[in-house]
C-alpha cells in the first residue's frame, strides 16, 4: 500500500463507490468481465462500506483511462462502436451459416458473424438467432427460416432494418419489426422461409450491456428519488417539531398566566402612591 492510499478500514462514500463502478462497466465493455462477474462486483460494489472492501474489486482490472499494452494474437477488426466497425465483410461464411433443431434446440448468440445468409430448420423443436452482438459479413444479411411445428426467434439490436418476406401456412411470420426507421449506416435484416403450422419471431431488444446501464441509471435516479423524500420527510417532521415546540411554549405561558392570582384592585403590585412626608396634607 503507498502511502497516498486511504487505510482499509476507513469508510468509504457514495463516490467512491460510484469511481469503482464506472471501472467495472469499462471493464465489461471491453470484455475483460463477463455478465456474471460484472453483476457479481457490482452488487459487492454497492454494498461495501470500506476502502477494503472496495480495492480488491477492481485489483486486476486497469483504472478508467489507464493506457494497457495490447496483446493481439489474431488481427481483429478495430472496434468504435459504430454499425460500420460490425459489418465486416471479406468472408462469406461467416461464424456459422446453417442450424439444425429436430425435436430439440440450437442457439446462435453472443459474439459471432452473420453470413450473408443464414440457413436454419425447426422441426418439433425451436431456435434463437440473437444478432444483438453480432457482426455482419454484408449490409444486408438474409436468414432463412424453415419452421415445421416449431419455431425460430430472431432478436435485432434497434437501429438494424427488418424486413420479412417468409411464407405462412397454418402459421405465420412476425411483421411487427418492419417499417422502423434504420440508423444511419445499419445493416439490413431479411428474414424469409416457411413456417407450417409453427412461426418465425422478430423481436428488438437492448444489448445485454446497454440493459445492464439502463438498470443501473433506473437504480441510481431510484436511489436518488429515496433520498429526496427523505430529505424532504425529515424537514417536514422537523418543522412539525418546532410547531411543537412553540405551540407548547404558548401553552405554558398561558397557563401561567392563568395561574397568577386574581387582583383587580392591584392590591399586590407595586405600591405607587409615594408616602406623604410629615406636615404634608
Known amino acids: 500500500m503507498t502511502d497516498d492510499a486511504p487505510a482499509p ?35 459487492a460494489t454497492y454494498q461495501a462500506r470500506t476502502y477494503g472492501e472496495l480495492a480488491p474489486l477492481t485489483r486486476d482490472l486497469p483504472a478508467s483511462g489507464t493506457a494497457v499494452a495490447s496483446v493481439s494474437l489474431t488481427k481483429d477488426p478495430a472496434t468504435g462502436g459504430g454499425w460500420a466497425d460490425r459489418i465486416v465483410g471479406g468472408d462469406e461464411s461467416g461464424t456459422s451459416t446453417w442450424a439444425v433443431a429436430v425435436m430439440s434446440g440450437f442457439q446462435r448468440k ?33 436468414v432463412n427460416a424453415v419452421a415445421i411445428m ?34 444511419p449506416g445499419a445493416p439490413r435484416v431479411i428474414v424469409t422461409g416457411l ?23 433506473r437504480r441510481r435516479e431510484k436511489q436518488a428519488l429515496k433520498e429526496e423524500r427523505r430529505r424532504e420527510h425529515l424537514e417536514r417532521a422537523e418543522r412539525q417539531r418546532r410547531e411543537h415546540l412553540d405551540s407548547a411554549e404558548r401553552h405554558i405561558r398561558q397557563l401561567e398566566e392563568s395561574r397568577r392570582p386574581h387582583d383587580p384592585l392591584n392590591l399586590h403590585g407595586p405600591h405607587q402612591e409615594r408616602e406623604r412626608r410629615p406636615g404634608e396634607r
Do not use: Y
Open 110 to 142: 453472443g459474439r459471432w458473424t452473420a453470413p450473408r445468409r443464414f440457413n436454419c430448420f425447426a422441426f418439433w423443436g425451436g431456435g434463437e438467432i440473437d444478432l444483438r452482438e453480432a457482426n455482419f459479413a454484408d449490409r444486408e444479411v438474409v
Open 195 to 217: 413456417a407450417f403450422w409453427g412461426g418465425v419471431g422478430v423481436q428488438r431488444k437492448l444489448p445485454r450491456a446497454e440493459r445492464q446501464r439502463l438498470r443501473e441509471e
Open 9 to 43: 478500514d476507513l469508510r468509504a462514500s457514495d463516490a467512491d463507490r460510484e469511481r469503482v463502478a464506472e471501472v467495472l462497466r469499462d471493464a465489461l465493455a471491453e470484455g475483460r468481465l463477463d455478465m456474471e462477474e460484472f453483476e457479481e462486483r457490482l452488487d
Open 150 to 183: 416449431g419455431g425460430v426467434d430472431v432478436i435485432v439490436p434497434p437501429g438494424v432494418e427488418v424486413v420479412v418476406r417468409g411464407v405462412g401456412i397454418m402459421g405465420g411470420f412476425d411483421h411487427r419489426e418492419e417499417g422502423v426507421p434504420p440508423e
